[in-house]
């Protein structure tokens, strides 16, 4: 299995500009998918700091449906799901899946809150930006209308466990 904060650190080293890479999202995806003993700490829940296991978590997912597609216990199923190394194509699915789910959630007005880490709290907001002129500096009055389109708004509060 793939150590996560390994193939985090090897990502991480090689960006030298601040660009989308479909390549490196497929990366993590796989490694967070795949690593069963990385954790990550939530911070503000009721109780103060949780530990949560990615991995164990997207297992359990999958246990479930192998135990109700197969009418095996959930046991088997779990113990047959531990062992399971997640494909390229199956990160390529999930980055996908969770793109999705996040643009759809905003739609509906809501706070995305992406959760409490020791250094941030960040939420997400579905953001609707007005038609506008803007004038362009080059000497000319001339201008441009910008149409009316979507855009996402970042929350990112000073969290009180700082």
């Known amino acids: 299995m793939e150590n996560f904060q390994e193939v985090f650190n090897e990502v991480k080293a090689g960006v030298k500009q601040k660009s989308a890479s479909k390549?490196?999202?497929?990366?993590?995806m796989k490694a967070l998918m795949n690593d069963s003993n990385y954790s990550t700490k939530i911070y503000g829940?009721?109780?103060?700091i949780d530990t949560y296991y990615p991995s164990q978590e997207l297992r359990k997912v999958v246990a479930n449906a192998v135990s109700d597609i197969t009418k095996i216990p959930?046991?088997?199923?779990?113990?047959?799901?531990?062992n399971y190394e997640f494909t390229k194509a199956d990160a390529q699915t999930m980055v996908n899946f969770s793109k999705e789910f996040i643009?759809?959630?905003?739609?509906?007005?809501?706070?995305?809150?992406i959760g409490g880490?020791?250094?941030?709290n960040i939420e997400l907001i579905w953001k609707n930006i007005a038609?506008?002129?803007v004038n362009i500096p080059n000497g000319e009055k001339k201008s441009i209308t910008i149409p009316a389109h979507g855009g996402i708004k970042i929350i990112n509060k000073i969290?009180?466990?700082i």
């Open 23 to 28: 390549k490196d999202e497929i990366t993590i």
């Open 45 to 48: 829940t009721k109780d103060g």
């Open 74 to 82: 959930n046991k088997e199923a779990t113990e047959l799901v531990k």
């Open 103 to 113: 643009y759809t959630y905003l739609q509906t007005g809501r706070k995305l809150p």
């Open 117 to 120: 880490r020791i250094d941030s």
């Open 131 to 133: 038609a506008r002129e």
């Open 159 to 161: 969290p009180n466990w």
